[in-house]
Antibody, heavy 114, light 109 residues
């Protein structure tokens, strides 16, 4: 069956970067998209970005103004989302999700605090 | 970036019917927005209910249906159950960018 397993919680200082991983099983990355979504405490869902099946194209929400980089490693079936220049408002649970969002990772809490 | 709007809150009686809507700041929502609908309960990850405007996942209860209605996307719940009390989010596709709505808190009371 399909599983998306994310890396553990992170605590970062403002200005730092964080890299969250999403390891897939039963899900062919070369045939499917992977989305990233985040949810700040008590807030709604926010679409972050996506990587295409070829791995050669990513699209991110304009809100992040180039701070987000989505990459993947097909040898380990893992997708990565790196967010740089962290600020307190980036504190959120970050989720990876499959093409039609039918499968989700368990979420990774990224806390940004000085 | 487009803004996607949803009702902040709605209430439905058990067994009743309610329609949640999803509008776009860019104009009419069409099938080309490939609307997705999600349900989220407190402390849980979101769960997909509807994709591509009308299509259900195999786990989606039959009482949920998706459509286009009056220039918006719509999620209709017919025969509400207590377990349907949750936050509901829509997601619209704008070419390659996707945008979530702010969510609708649905109370079954």
């Amino acid at each position: 069956q399909v599983q998306l397993v994310q890396s553990g919680a992170e605590v970062k200082k403002p200005g730092a970067s964080v890299k969250v991983s999403c390891k897939t099983s039963g899900y062919t990355l070369t045939s499917n998209y992977i989305h990233w979504v985040r949810q700040a405490p008590g807030q709604g869902l926010e679409w972050v970005g996506i990587i295409n099946p070829s791995g050669d194209s990513t699209t991110n929400s304009q809100k992040f103004q180039g701070r987000v980089t989505v990459t993947r490693d097909t040898s380990t079936n893992t997708v990565y989302m790196e967010l740089s220049s962290l600020r307190s408002e980036d504190t959120a649970v970050y989720y990876c999700g499959s093409d039609h969002f039918d499968y989700w990772g368990q979420g990774t809490l990224v806390a940004v605090s000085s | 970036q487009a803004v996607v709007t949803q009702e902040p809150s709605l209430t439905v009686s058990p067994g009743g019917t309610v329609t949640l809507t999803c509008g776009s700041s860019t104009g009419e929502v069409t099938s080309g927005h490939y609307t997705h609908w999600f349900q989220q309960k407190p402390g849980q990850a979101p769960r997909a209910l509807i994709y591509d405007t009308t299509n259900k996942h195999f786990w989606t209860p039959a009482r949920f249906s998706g459509s286009l209605l009056g220039g918006k996307a719509a999620l209709t719940l017919s025969g509400a159950q207590p377990e349907d009390e949750a936050e509901y989010y829509c997601l619209l596709y704008y070419s390659v960018v996707r945008v979530f709505g702010g969510g609708t808190k649905l109370t079954v009371l």
